[in-house]
Each structure stands twice: as structure tokens, then as C-alpha cells.
């Protein structure tokens, strides 16, 4: 690769981060701004996207600033599933809707009946609320008249880049995340726009994530740009992953990962099936989408008013067979059970039991999640490899990498990717859809085999209790 200098920007949920990276997909300086995310009724979560565009132009010019070049290529990595609804000017006409707004909960139950199994499965995953389809679903049923002033359908990332100036459009792995493209073909599904209502024409083009998308202009750089891709696909090549390859990503939520050179999708609908950055039908990844990670261990220790580094020492002596069980479903969950209505839970409490039990098991709960997310994914056929990449903040404390091993009974090669996705749109922004610069893990966190058994029987124990809860 010719040596350039490159933007990423990575439209987060909660902020958005800008990198000035090089050809070998180095991180020469990085920014970050946050904005805020609006819950006006109760499981509502909107953004205004008006935000975003501040907050960009900022990340930007403090990027630059602190960069020892300019960069002359930017590209986009972005949040998925979300809607935003613009005139033919770009303007929004309502606040954007995110993947985490759970009011298309009714949506999700009628798209999953009336379309079957079968056909939700081409669209790549069960239909969740908060994804594009059944949002917009709900969008025609509560706010005709918006849904009737809409020219565009856009994902997140795809209006930052119009608004900036680049075409309008969409690519592979943000349109296969809205349940309403075919993720073999890549084409937009002519059955899923017909049961959401919309017009055809108010979806943009779908186009190679790494094709140019003509001119931007953001903190007073003009820059060639490409259309991007999704927050996921952009992390999976700024690890610079292949066919065979997967990860773990632990933080708020967690993601397990596997790549795939065929669409094999999942006839169950316990995990999601998306297309990576590139063209059209290149590959795709199979995803297990656990939700209840640091999402509900931060308010779960807060109702024991404790903290993580209490939880860590608890969890430093040990998970014990008489250990009470916690349930971690606080907010839902998807993978494996698709159930939005999943609540959280304790049992097992005895007069035995101490703080530190209580406090250790929540720390066992989030980890049996990832273990149930990941699970799934191999069942079905989600190959992953022998040594599986762990990053995100639920890499760094080596008590809780022990308890993901041992849960999860796989070696985890613990690798610092917090920036993979800016560091992957920066790459699409050069036209670049591989990374031969792979991100190396530092050590190994191997399975231990008494753990591991003790923690699988628990496991299985915690299933008994969610089933009876449902």
C-alpha cells in the first residue's frame, strides 16, 4: 500500500471518535466527543443528529490538530440499526431513533409471525426492536405524517457523510443490519419493504463499502471519502481478520464474532448473520448479541452499593458451587433468546451467604452470558479459532479474563482493539478492504478444567431458572 495518511471517524452510540492513522494502520493521534442520547418515554433512546455533526467537527480538529499530517482520505464507521428521516435537503425531520430503543417491541413480534422464520433468517437475524425495519414500522403506525415527508431512510453513519457532503448511499454491512436486505445477494428485500410500508426509492443505493463517495468537508478539510461501513465490519478489519477468525468484545454489551465466506444463516434466529465491509456477497459474520454486559453489572453492584474493584477481590478467591446465581437479563436480551420482556434476577440465597458471594455472582452472571452468546454462535456454525481474541474493557482485569475462559472454556488471546473500528473506516477511506498489519494478542488466558466444569453445571442451572422465568 502506497503510504497515505487517512481519517477514520467512528459515530459511536454515546460519541464519536477521530483518528489520523497511516498506511500501516498505525494510530498517529485521536479525539473524541461525546454527546448526549435522549430517553423521553421509557425504553425510548433518540439522538439528535444535529449532535453529531458538532461533535465531529470537533474530534476532527482536534485530531488534526495533535497530528503530525494531514490526512487526505477519510472514511466512516458507524452505530447500526438506527433511523434517521430527512427531506430531500438531508434536514432531519425527527430525532434519529437508536439500535436500543425498545419501542418497536410489538413491531418485532408481528414482522417475526407474519414473515416466518424462513424469510427472517434471509434477512439475516429475528426481528429485534430497535433495528431499522421494526422501528420504521412503528414510525407508520404512531407518526404517519413524518413517515410521509421522509425522502431518505437513512443509517447514522451514511447521513453524517451526505450531510458532509458525499453522496447519498449505503453499503453491505450497515444495509444488512436493518432487516430489510436479503444478506446473500445484498439487495434490499422486496418482502421486508412491503411489510414495513416504506418506498423503495427513499433507501439509498447500496454500494461497495470502500468505493468513493465523493468530496467531504469537515473542520475546514476537504477529503476524499468512502462510504464506509458498520462499527462491527470496521473492527473486523482493523483487526485485520479473516475467513476462520473471530473475537469476543466485552463493554457495555458484548459481541461474539465469527467470520464466514458463505451466508450460512441461522435457522433459529438465536444470533444475528451481517455482511462485512467490502463488496457486495464477499463475506459475511456471524454475531451473537449479548446486551447485559456492563450494561447490567454497573447497576447491579450499585444496588449492592459496591464497585468493581470489590467484585474483582470477590471474584479473585474464586466462584463456588454454593455461590448464589444471578440472572443478568436486567434490560432484555438477545442472543439467544430474542426476548425483550427477559428480566434480571437472584437465586440460591441462603442463610450461608455472604457480601462476597452475592457480589462475585454478578460478575459469573455477565460472563455466563457471554458464554451462552458464544454457544450459540458455534452451534450454529459460527467456526471460530482454536485461540479466540478477547478485547474491550472486560479484557483488562486478568480475574474477569479467567472467569470468560473458564465460562466459556476456550484460551482467550487478550488484544488491544479498542480503536480497530476508526482504524477500519480509515482503511475504507484509502480503498483498502484487507489489513495486513494484524493486531497481536500479548498473552493467553487458558481454561481451567475443574472451572470450567463447575461453571458449565451452573450454566445449565441458569437455563433451568430463565426458562421458568419465561
Not at 471517524?9 to 435522549?38: E, F, H, M, Q
Request: hydrophobic fraction near 45%; include cysteine; glycine fraction near 10%.
Amino acid at each position: 500500500m502506497v503510504f497515505v495518511v487517512m481519517l477514520g471517524l467512528d459515530l459511536g452510540t454515546g460519541s464519536v471518535k477521530a483518528a489520523i492513522v497511516d498506511s500501516d494502520a498505525t494510530i498517529l493521534s485521536r479525539a473524541s466527543k461525546k454527546y448526549p442520547i435522549a430517553s423521553p418515554l421509557a425504553g425510548w433512546a433518540e439522538s439528535d443528529p444535529m449532535d453529531w455533526l458538532s461533535a465531529a467537527e470537533e474530534a476532527v480538529s482536534q485530531a488534526v490538530q495533535l497530528g503530525p499530517e494531514r490526512p487526505t482520505t477519510i472514511g466512516f464507521s458507524g452505530q447500526m440499526h438506527g433511523v434517521v428521516l430527512t427531506d430531500a435537503a438531508l434536514t432531519p425531520l425527527r430525532p434519529a431513533i437508536l439500535w436500543a430503543d425498545t419501542r418497536s417491541a410489538a413491531e418485532a413480534r408481528q414482522m417475526n409471525e407474519d414473515l416466518g422464520p424462513a424469510e427472517m433468517a434471509r434477512l439475516g437475524s429475528g426481528a429485534v426492536a430497535g433495528f431499522a425495519a421494526t422501528t420504521l414500522a412503528w414510525l407508520h403506525r404512531h407518526e404517519p405524517a413524518v413517515m410521509a415527508k421522509a425522502r431518505y431512510i437513512l443509517q447514522p453513519k451514511d447521513w453524517l457523510r451526505a450531510t458532509l457532503g458525499g453522496k447519498v448511499g449505503t453499503e453491505p454491512s450497515d444495509a444488512s443490519g436493518t432487516l430489510l436486505c436479503d444478506v446473500a445477494s445484498g439487495q434490499w428485500s422486496e418482502k421486508a419493504m412491503e411489510w414495513t410500508g416504506i418506498r423503495p426509492e427513499s433507501l439509498p443505493n447500496i454500494r461497495p463499502s470502500h468505493e468513493h463517495s465523493g468530496e467531504v468537508t469537515v473542520a475546514g478539510l476537504t477529503l476524499a471519502s468512502a462510504y464506509g461501513g458498520a462499527d462491527t465490519a470496521c473492527a473486523i478489519l482493523g483487526l485485520g481478520l479473516e475467513v476462520g477468525d473471530g473475537f469476543v468484545a466485552v463493554g457495555s454489551g458484548a459481541q461474539i464474532v465469527a467470520l464466514m465466506d458463505e451466508p450460512r444463516l441461522d435457522p433459529s434466529l438465536a444470533t444475528h448473520t451481517f455482511s462485512t465491509v467490502g463488496d457486495k456477497g464477499s463475506h459475511w459474520y456471524r454475531i451473537g448479541a449479548v446486551q447485559n454486559a456492563g450494561l447490567a453489572l454497573e447497576p447491579a453492584l450499585a444496588m449492592l452499593a459496591s464497585s468493581l474493584e470489590e467484585a474483582h477481590d470477590a471474584l479473585s478467591e474464586g466462584v463456588l458451587s454454593t455461590d448464589p446465581m444471578f440472572v443478568p437479563y436486567l434490560s432484555g436480551e438477545r442472543t439467544p433468546f430474542m426476548d425483550p420482556g427477559l428480566r434480571g434476577s437472584w437465586h440460591g440465597i441462603s442463610l450461608g451467604t455472604t457480601r462476597k458471594m452475592i457480589v462475585r455472582s454478578v460478575l459469573e452472571g455477565v460472563a455466563q452470558a457471554v458464554a451462552l452468546g458464544e454457544r450459540a454462535v458455534s452451534e450454529s456454525g459460527g467456526l471460530m479459532p482454536e485461540i479466540l481474541p478477547l478485547i474491550g474493557g472486560g479484557s483488562t482485569n486478568p480475574a474477569f479474563r479467567q472467569l470468560l475462559a473458564d465460562c466459556t472454556n476456550r484460551p482467550l488471546a487478550s488484544v488491544e482493539g479498542g480503536d480497530a473500528a476508526v482504524i477500519g473506516a480509515a482503511l475504507l477511506g484509502a480503498g483498502a478492504t484487507s489489513n495486513p498489519h494484524r493486531l497481536e494478542h500479548s498473552f493467553v488466558t487458558h481454561p481451567r478444567t475443574a472451572e470450567a466444569e463447575l461453571l458449565s453445571s451452573r450454566r445449565e442451572k441458569m437455563l433451568r431458572l430463565i426458562a421458568t422465568l419465561r
